[in-house]
Nanobody, 117 residues
Framework: QVQLVEAGGGLVQPGGSLLLSCEAS????????MGWYRQPPRNERERVAT???????STADSVTGRFTISFENAENTLYLQMNNLKPEDTAVYFC???????????WGQGTQVTVSS
C-alpha cells in the first residue's frame, strides 16, 4: 500500500505560480509512474504530467512549457511547479502512483487550484 498526501493548492491570479507537492509513504514500488491529474468543474479527470522511476518525464500539451514535474527521492515527494497559470487550469489536482509491475494505482485526496482575478 502507498499513501499519497497532496498540498499546495489555493487561489492565484492569472499569470501567477503555485507549487504542488505530494508526499508518498508506505511500500513505494521500485518501478513506477508517478503523475499529476486534474479534474476541472463538470469535466472528466485528465493527465497533466508524468515522471517514471527512470527519470523520464512528460507533460500534456496544454501545460508544456508552463508546468514542470519532479520527484525528490530523499523526501519521497512529487512536485508540480505551475507557472503562468490560466483560468482554464482551475481544477482539483490529484497525485497518482502506478506500480508498473502489478498495475496497482494509488491516489491522493486532491487539492483545489483556482485561477481567478
Amino acid at each position: 500500500q502507498v499513501q499519497l498526501v497532496e498540498a499546495g493548492g489555493g487561489l492565484v491570479q492569472p499569470g501567477g505560480s503555485l507549487l504542488l507537492s505530494c508526499e508518498a509513504s508506505g511500500l513505494i514500488p521500485s518501478r513506477y509512474a508517478m503523475g499529476w491529474y486534474r479534474q476541472p468543474p463538470r469535466n472528466e479527470r485528465e493527465r497533466v504530467a508524468t515522471i517514471f522511476s527512470g527519470g523520464v518525464t512528460s507533460t500534456a500539451d496544454s501545460v508544456t512549457g508552463r508546468f514542470t514535474i519532479s520527484f525528490e527521492n530523499a523526501e519521497n515527494t512529487l512536485y508540480l511547479q505551475m507557472n503562468n497559470l490560466k483560468p482554464e487550469d482551475t481544477a482539483v489536482y490529484f497525485c497518482n502512483i502506478r506500480d508498473l509491475f502489478t498495475r496497482a494505482d494509488y491516489w491522493g485526496q486532491g487539492t483545489q487550484v483556482t485561477v481567478s482575478s
